[in-house]
């Protein structure tokens, strides 16, 4: 059995959430290299998209989805890295990073080694990516 305590995703149910329904929330990482930077992160403690019905799986794609489009329309970031890892932290959760041909690592992962010192930018306020998050949600899942 797993130790929910364990987990820092299910112990912290509230920190920098900027958007959140009933199935996941999404929050923006505070990395002072990486502005935008969100997680899309499912409430109930699954380690794998598999471990989710079909119709839970298209919805947390549907919100990484719709966080990779407000986080274009925001910052115009010249790629977007989508992740999902969980090998130290087997709660399933997305990483949404936009990527810029100047920041510390591009074209490498942002894990590795720094390439340079890196352009810093800032993040998009959390009230408009959290409405932006919202429009491309609808866009998505209006049709």
């Given at each position: 059995m797993t130790d929910l305590s364990a987990c820092p995703l299910c112990a912290k149910l509230d920190d920098d959430v900027i958007?959140?329904?009933?199935l996941c929330r999404v929050i923006v990482v505070d990395d002072p290299y990486y502005a935008g930077y969100c997680r899309v992160i499912w409430h109930e403690h699954v380690a794998e998209m598999t471990d989710l019905t079909v119709a839970a799986q298209r919805h947390v794609m549907n919100v990484v989805l719709a966080t990779e489009?407000?986080?274009?329309?925001?910052?115009?970031p010249d790629k977007i890295?989508?992740?999902?890892?969980?090998?130290?932290?087997?709660?399933?959760?997305?990483?949404v990073i936009p990527r810029f041909a100047d920041d510390r690592h591009f074209p490498e992962a942002i894990w590795g080694t720094p390439r340079r010192d890196g352009a810093r930018r800032e993040a998009p306020p959390a009230a408009g990516l959290a409405q932006a998050i919202d429009t491309a949600l609808a866009e998505l899942t209006s049709g």
């Open positions: 958007w959140r329904d009933e489009t407000a986080l274009r329309r925001l910052m115009g890295n989508l992740a999902s890892f969980g090998n130290f932290v087997p709660h399933l959760h997305w990483h």
